[in-house]
C-alpha cells in the first residue's frame, strides 16, 4: 500500500472521530455556543472532504490491484462523511425542545456506534484483503525478477554467440582475401609459365632450322 495514502487515511480517520464528537456535544449546546460549534464542524467537514480527494488521487495512481482495493475503502469513507454532514445538517436546522434534543443525541450516538462498528468490520475485511494483494504482489515481483536475470543471462549468451559470429565472418573474410591473392599469383604464374613455353618453342624452332641449315650446305659442298 502507499505510505501517502495510509498518511491521509490516518488523518481521516482521527478527523472523523473528531468531527463525531463535536457533532454529539453539538446537541447539547444553544444559541450562539451551538453556531459557533457547528462552524467548527464544517470547517472539518471541509478538511475532511479535502482528504478524500487526495486519497482519490493517490489510489488512482497505483497499480489495478491496489488501487481497487483502496478505492473501495473510499467509498466507505466517502459514505461517512455523507452521515456526517447530514448529521450537521440535523443538527444546524433543529430548533427542538431539551427532550428532543436528547432522545435525537441518542438516536445519534447509537447511529454513530453502529455506523463505526460496521465500519471497523469492513475496514478489516478491505485490509484483509490488501494484505492477499500484497502478498500476490510480492509474488509476481519475484517471478518478475527471475525472469529478469534468465533474461539477462539469455542476453549475455546471444552476445557471446554474437561476437563468435562476428570473429568467424573476420576469419572467412581473411581466407577470402587470401584465396583471392593465391588466385592472382597462380594465374601471373601461368601467364608467365605459358610465355616460357613460347619462347622455349620458338628457341627449338630456330635451332632446328640453323641445324637444318648448316647440315644443307654441308651436305651441298
Known sequence: ???????????????????????????????????????????????????????????????????????????????????????????????LNQAARDELLEAGLADTRAV????????????????????RIKDSRKVMLDTEVLGVSLLQDLHQQRQSLLHADNTLSGVDNNLGRSKKILTNMTRRMNRNKWMIGGLITVLVIAIALILYFKLAK
Open 1 to 95: 500500500m502507499s505510505a501517502v495514502f495510509e498518511g491521509y487515511e490516518k488523518q481521516y480517520c482521527e478527523l472523523s472521530a473528531n468531527l463525531s464528537k463535536k457533532c454529539a456535544s453539538a446537541n447539547h449546546l444553544d444559541g450562539e455556543h451551538k453556531k459557533q460549534k457547528i462552524s467548527e464542524i464544517k470547517a472539518g467537514l471541509d478538511e475532511a472532504e479535502a482528504l478524500i480527494r487526495k486519497m482519490d488521487l493517490e489510489a488512482r495512481a497505483l497499480l489495478p490491484n491496489i488501487k481497487a482495493v483502496l478505492l473501495a475503502k473510499l467509498r466507505e469513507y466517502k459514505s461517512d462523511l455523507n452521515n456526517l454532514k447530514s448529521e450537521v445538517k440535523r443538527i444546524a436546522s433543529t430548533n
Open 116 to 135: 463505526s462498528a460496521n465500519q471497523r468490520d469492513r475496514l478489516l475485511m478491505s485490509t484483509e484483503r490488501l494484505d492477499n494483494s500484497s502478498n
